[in-house]
């Protein structure tokens, strides 16, 4: 028989034995599974005899309800009721609240708490999964901006891009039958207070993919129709993100206002993502600026400038809110402070944009015609203002990556993505702002930290996939269409 576990209530102590209970020693009412040799088992009728005790102690929120309710009508109705009949009545709680022995939140990895058809599973297949697609396409521009090149780089850059455009595809059929197996969940899932805060990863998805064709589909040097035609395809493609990312801005923020209650000790850097595909607008901008026709070019430039800015603002205040957080309640749960390095992402990506967009207006670029804001005045202001935000970024990077070293997440997450794509920004703009002070010891300072970076990207890959073979994602409460872990 299993030792009984003592309960302290206000005025008595009593002791409950039952093998619910007494499982391990962390039972659910998160008291020690300690028993002295010395104390004698109580019979059953001794127990119920207590249950007024521990129903009027304090510390009632420890003691689940439904049991005691269960137990304290036995002991009116029957009184004198056997051991087996006592165990049946908590039996039958168990059955009506769906406790079971065995049950546990978090079943053991491999499988331990039965695996689940692929149908079933789809079901979990949340807007996280573009964290994947979007780190993808990050690495793709990585590997196209590296300052020390060598034969064969860019195709293998190519490869990266092309395997990114599989995923995205790969990911967003998943989603589709999810929401056409499962009806009501396209609505539950942006709607879902932490579930829908990954909805903008889709959009940062697509903007890796339109940087990357720019990338690796435009050659500079060719003139052709069909070169004309695809910058022209990039231009439009860029306008309609524009449009379609600050609804998401506008109408998400909106939303979670009115929808949800958020406390400050539950804050967490997925609060910026709404904002963060309308910022990128700027990066898109600095990318695809250099080749397009002079006006639209400075039309481009303007509009990057502009939702830049929104994004960088929207994220300063933001990371008063995480500041506040960390101060009051310090850092988060183990599991989740990988997403710390979300907030790496705003700054590091605008300083890229300031320098790439300084760097698209055109050569004869000059508003008043008096050599006072001709382009090379505003580049040297994209400098100066993407040194300053680069040192932000690196900031917040030492925070993050203490806080995981201190104490790293035990099960996979698909948060673990983070620490690739806002490291892909802030690596890029280590890149950029080496080019711009033609300094070679912060070009190989990029360069070591693109290795590393790509041997973060390939150990959380290798861990998301062993995830998915062994139900630690895509499997009931372990992703995020539950409120936490």
């Known amino acids: 028989m299993p030792a009984p576990l003592p309960v302290s209530s206000g005025r008595n102590a009593v002791t409950v034995s039952h093998p619910f209970l007494d499982r391990d020693t962390r ?44 137990v304290h009508s036995a002991q009116h109705g029957h009184h004198h009721q056997s051991r087996k009949d006592y165990d049946k009545n908590l039996s039958d709680v168990n059955l009506t609240t769906g406790h079971h022995e065995n049950d546990s939140p978090h079943p053991s990895s491999g499988g331990g708490g039965g695996r689940l058809p692929l149908r079933q599973r789809l079901r979990h297949f949340t807007w996280a999964w573009y964290t994947l697609t979007m780190s993808t396409g990050g690495l793709a521009l990585l590997i196209h901006a590296q300052p020390h090149q060598f034969p064969g780089l860019r195709q293998i850059g190519l490869a990266v891009y092309i395997l990114n455009i599989l995923l995205f595809s790969l990911v967003t059929s998943g989603q589709m039958t999810r929401f056409l197996l499962f009806r009501g969940t396209f609505v539950g899932s942006i709607t879902h207070p932490r579930e829908g805060l990954f909805f903008p990863t889709f959009f940062l998805s697509i903007a890796t993919l339109i940087t990357g064709t720019q990338r690796y589909c435009v050659n500079t040097d060719d003139t052709s129709s069909d070169a004309s035609s695809l910058i022209w395809a990039i231009r439009i493609a860029f306008w309609v993100y524009v449009a379609v990312t600050t609804c998401v801005a506008v109408g998400q923020y909106s939303y979670v206002f009115a929808a949800h209650s958020y406390g400050l000790q539950t804050m967490m850097p997925t609060w910026i993502l709404p904002i963060f595909p309308i910022m990128l607008s700027g990066t898109i901008a600095s990318v695809i600026s250099e080749t397009q026709p002079e006006r639209a070019a400075v039309e481009i430039v303007v509009a990057g400038l502009t939702c830049q800015g929104l994004g960088i603002a929207v994220a300063f205040m933001m990371y008063a809110h995480m500041v506040g957080r960390l101060m009051q309640s310090g850092l988060p749960n183990r599991e989740h402070r990988t997403g710390l390095f979300m907030c790496v992402g705003p700054p590091a990506f605008t300083a890229l944009a300031f320098i790439g967009l ?29 040194g300053f935000l680069w040192a932000l970024s690196f900031w917040w990077f030492g925070i993050a990556l203490l806080a995981v070293v201190r104490s790293p997440p035990r099960d996979f997450h698909l948060g673990w993505w983070a620490a690739v794509f806002p490291n892909t920004g802030f690596t890029l703009a280590t890149i950029s702002l080496g080019k711009a002070f033609h300094c070679e010891a912060v070009l190989w300072f990029g360069t070591a930290m693109s290795l590393l970076l790509l041997l973060t990207y390939c150990f ?26």
């Open 27 to 70: 039972t659910p009412f998160g008291l020690s599974n300690h028993r002295s040799a010395s104390t004698p088992h109580p019979t059953p009728t001794e127990e119920i005899d207590h249950l007024d005790d521990i129903e009027k102690s304090p510390p009632i929120h420890t003691i689940p309800s439904l049991r005691l309710h269960a």
């Open 358 to 386: 300084s760097g698209g207006l055109p050569d004869n670029f000059d508003v008043d015609m008096d050599g006072l804001l001709d382009a090379s005045v505003v580049e040297t202001m994209g400098v100066v203002g993407a």
């Open 460 to 485: 959380v890959l290798y861990h998301h996939v062993r995830a998915v073979i062994v139900q630690e994602i895509m499997y009931p409460g372990r992703d995020e269409d539950v409120e936490d872990h």
